[in-house]
């Protein structure tokens, strides 16, 4: 099969991306009304991390390497919200291959020391997984008033480590607090040493935690990031920048030579949780096509703000795809899937 180019039709490809230019969000140039529209839980409502306001759709399609098309201003940054999560992911591999985090099935607190109760049966994969049912609080909020939990078909209120998947922020948040403990340095700083740097990312990405994350690592205070945007906070960048890691885990860890992730933690991270099929390491996996229906089972993706950003990735056609602040977005990748052909298995 020729390249990307050769073998994909441009023009359907041309078609899709113009409809979901169309489809643009509506109203995120006023991120403080819209993020408050996007918050369930009425008791703790209060922002306490950062915001940006949004700069209309943007998107990126490769495939093979070849960018097939672009639109909007890629180069600007956005907010990411649950993408995050999946970059938070990315650091626990790094962590993993360098031997900071040997065994994922370990209980936490007997490889960190953080500043809450866990019990001896929470487990790093558990965190990763979204099955650790911790009901503990961290920076003012407790994880059962986690609105999503409950949307999501999950139980926000403390379920045993395994037994139950639930889509949580303050549990998320928990891994993050964890991580930085494990580095022992600010995971923005991880992130940029480790993952973005060597990925040739812009200097514009940021992260960023709450008004109060903070832990004391070896008598120093060291901020916490936030593993989404749930109440501020998170991710910051670029669709460029998220192409790049979309890249990365569809090269299987390896960037131009140099390999940033093992393949054996990309193949765990797309591993079916036991408590939730469509659901790996802070990813989300479409085997049983439940994620989008329309879209081909091979696809793995990061997702946050009810798909408003995506990093799609299909290893069956070598293709990524990253949609920012486009609505309908199971659309786009449909389309796409269905003008590129997949390669013989």
Same mark, same amino acid.
């Given at each position: 099969?020729?390249?990307?180019?050769?073998? %994909?039709?441009?023009?359907?490809?041309?078609?899709?991306?113009?409809? %979901?230019?169309?489809?643009?969000?509506?109203?995120?140039?006023?991120?403080?009304? $819209?993020?408050? %529209?996007?918050?369930?839980?009425?008791?703790?409502?209060?922002?306490?991390?950062?915001?940006?306001?949004?700069?209309?759709?943007?998107?990126?399609?490769?495939?093979?390497?070849?960018?097939?098309?672009?639109?909007?201003?890629?180069? !600007?940054?956005?907010? @990411? $919200?649950?993408?995050?999560?999946?970059?938070?992911?990315?650091?626990?591999? #790094?962590?993993?291959? !360098?031997?900071?985090?040997?065994?994922?099935?370990?209980?936490?607190?007997?490889?960190?020391?953080?500043?809450? *109760?866990?019990?001896?049966?929470?487990? =790093?994969?558990?965190?990763?997984?979204?099955?650790?049912? =911790?009901?503990?609080?961290?920076?003012?909020?407790?994880?059962?008033?986690?609105?999503?939990?409950? !949307?999501?078909?999950?139980?926000?209120?403390?379920?045993?480590?395994?037994? /139950?998947?639930?889509?949580?922020?303050? +549990?998320?948040?928990?891994?993050?607090?964890?991580?930085?403990?494990? &580095?022992?340095?600010?995971?923005?700083?991880?992130?940029?040493?480790?993952?973005?740097?060597?990925?040739?990312?812009?200097?514009?990405?940021?992260?960023?935690?709450? *008004?109060?994350?903070?832990?004391?690592?070896?008598?120093?205070?060291?901020?916490?990031?936030?593993?989404? %945007?749930? =109440?501020?906070?998170?991710?910051?960048?670029?669709?460029?920048?998220?192409?790049?890691?979309?890249?990365?885990?569809?090269?299987?860890?390896?960037?131009?030579?140099? *390999?940033?992730?093992?393949? /054996?933690?990309?193949?765990?991270?797309? &591993?079916? @949780?036991?408590?939730?099929?469509?659901?790996?390491?802070?990813?989300?996996?479409?085997?049983?096509?439940? #994620? $989008?229906?329309?879209?081909?089972?091979?696809? !793995?993706?990061?997702?946050?703000?009810?798909? +408003?950003?995506?990093? &799609?990735?299909?290893?069956?056609?070598?293709?990524?795809?990253?949609?920012? =602040?486009?609505?309908?977005?199971?659309?786009?990748? *449909?389309?796409?899937?269905?003008?590129?052909?997949?390669?013989?298995?």
């Amino acid at each position: 099969m020729g390249s990307g180019r050769d073998s %994909a039709d441009l023009e359907a490809i041309l078609g899709a991306v113009v409809r %979901a230019e169309r489809r643009s969000t509506p109203g995120i140039e006023d991120m403080a009304a $819209f993020h408050a %529209a996007q918050v369930g839980d009425l008791s703790h409502r209060d922002v306490v991390g950062p915001l940006l306001p949004g700069g209309g759709a943007s998107g990126l399609v490769s495939c093979r390497g070849t960018i097939l098309a672009e639109w909007g201003d890629v180069d !600007r940054p956005e907010m @990411c $919200f649950s993408v995050t999560k999946t970059v938070l992911s990315a650091l626990a591999g #790094v962590a993993f291959d !360098r031997g900071l985090l040997p065994d994922v099935h370990a209980p936490v607190e007997t490889t960190v020391d953080v500043p809450v *109760r866990l019990g001896p049966e929470l487990t =790093w994969q558990h965190l990763l997984q979204q099955t650790s049912g =911790w009901a503990g609080e961290l920076w003012g909020k407790p994880a059962d008033v986690d609105a999503q939990s409950l !949307r999501d078909g999950g139980s926000a209120a403390y379920a045993e480590p395994g037994a /139950e998947w639930a889509y949580n922020d303050v +549990r998320v948040n928990l891994l993050a607090l964890a991580l930085t403990v494990l &580095w022992r340095r600010p995971l923005d700083e991880v992130a940029r040493t480790e993952l973005f740097d060597p990925l040739g990312a812009s200097t514009t990405w940021s992260w960023h935690g709450y *008004r109060d994350s903070v832990v004391t690592v070896d008598g120093v205070e060291l901020p916490v990031v936030s593993g989404g %945007a749930h =109440w501020g906070g998170g991710l910051w960048i670029s669709t460029a920048d998220l192409l790049s890691l979309g890249e990365l885990f569809l090269a299987r860890g390896s960037w131009h030579g140099t *390999r940033l992730l093992s393949a /054996e933690w990309i193949d765990a991270s797309w &591993w079916p @949780c036991s408590a939730n099929p469509d659901y790996g390491y802070l990813w989300w996996l479409n085997d049983r096509q439940r #994620v $989008f229906d329309a879209a081909p089972s091979s696809g !793995r993706c990061a997702r946050g703000c009810g798909n +408003r950003h995506l990093v &799609w990735v299909d290893p069956s056609r070598d293709l990524v795809v990253v949609s920012r =602040w486009s609505d309908s977005v199971e659309l786009l990748v *449909r389309d796409i899937s269905t003008a590129i052909p997949a390669s013989p298995a």
